[in-house]
């Protein structure tokens, strides 16, 4: 998808499963060794691949073994509350979200050579699932470029931590947060 040529219908969007910014490297340095690269490969593109040969093995070594390891990998029953609470929050209408974020969290795992899923890898996962569903205005202005989007970042960021990070429940009795039966409580008990 091109930002330049406007948006796509939210229920268009909702077939995508996951979605990443891809930018142009702005640090110049970078930007000159990919061009480097570039030119490396077109005066040679035999060398550029022999040169690159062991790293692609690897990587796709990787892949395969992270293939293997997916259906092994365990996704906890109460991560699937908070991935809902996730979607549910960030105000995303489908349910192909949530699937979409269970099977992304479990891949991250698998590819990370973990057996069991971890907030990590749900947390990773909803930026690249929840990007491009988070629900919108139609007549909003078009996505602004990235050096602006520092303050939508910070409170998407705050969310995601209070979702992850909820408070303690209170109960009827211990609206204080203290516990009535902690030894040290600061108020006398009667026993009879």
Known sequence: ????EGDLRPQLLDRFGLMCDVLAPQDPKVRSEVVRQRIAFETSPEGFRDKWN????ELSQ???EARDRLSK????DDFLDLTSRICVEFHVASLRADITLYKTAKALAAWYGR???EKDDIRQAAKWVLAH???RNPFDSPTPPPS???KKKDAEDELMDQIFNPPPPQTENNSDGKDENSEYSEEPKNDW
């Not at 998808?1 to 330049?4: C, F, I, Q, R």
């Not at 062991?54 to 093995?57: K, M, R, S, T």
């Not at 990998?73 to 906890?76: D, I, S």
């Open 115 to 117: 057996m069991k899923v």
């Open 133 to 135: 569903r988070k629900q």
């Open 62 to 64: 990787r892949v395969v």
């Open 73 to 76: 990998v365990v996704f906890p």
């Open 54 to 57: 062991q790293p692609e093995q």
């Open 1 to 4: 998808m091109n930002p330049e």
């Open 148 to 150: 602006n989007t520092n």
